[in-house]
C-alpha cells in the first residue's frame, strides 16, 4: 500500500497485491491473490477484482464491473482488454485453472 491510498471497511486484501499512490478501495470489497492496482485507481464498494489481475492507472471499477482472474483492465469505466501474460506464463494451465476456482468460492 502506497502513499494515499485507502482500504474501505470490512475489504479483503488477498496477499501479494500492490496498491499504488492514491487508489481507493470502497468498503466490502474483495482482491484476490496478487492484484495490482494502478495509480489513482477507484473501486467501488463491494467489488471482486480476479487473482493476478492488472487495474491500470486511473481506472474506475463499477458496480457493474465483472472481473476475472488474470485479466488486464483499463478505463472508466473499467473494461477488459486482454490476459495478463506476463504473470500467466508463471503458471501451468492447472494452475491457472485452480487459482480462478479458489477465487470464486472466496465471492460466493
Known sequence: ?????HVGHDSLISNNC??????L????????EGVNMGLGSICHQFSKIGSYSMIGMG???TKK?????F???VGNPAKYIKDNEHLKKNF?????FEIDE???KIIL
Request: proline share 0%; charged share 15%.
Open 18 to 23: 500492490v496498491l499504488s499512490c492514491n487508489v
Open 1 to 5: 500500500m502506497l502513499r494515499g491510498s
Open 59 to 61: 481506472a474506475i471499477i
Open 102 to 104: 479458489i477465487f470464486q
Open 65 to 69: 464491473f465483472e472481473s476475472k482472474c
Open 92 to 96: 501451468t494451465e492447472e494452475q491457472i
Open 71 to 73: 485479466g488486464v483492465f
Open 25 to 32: 478501495i470502497g468498503g466490502h470489497s474483495i482482491l484476490g
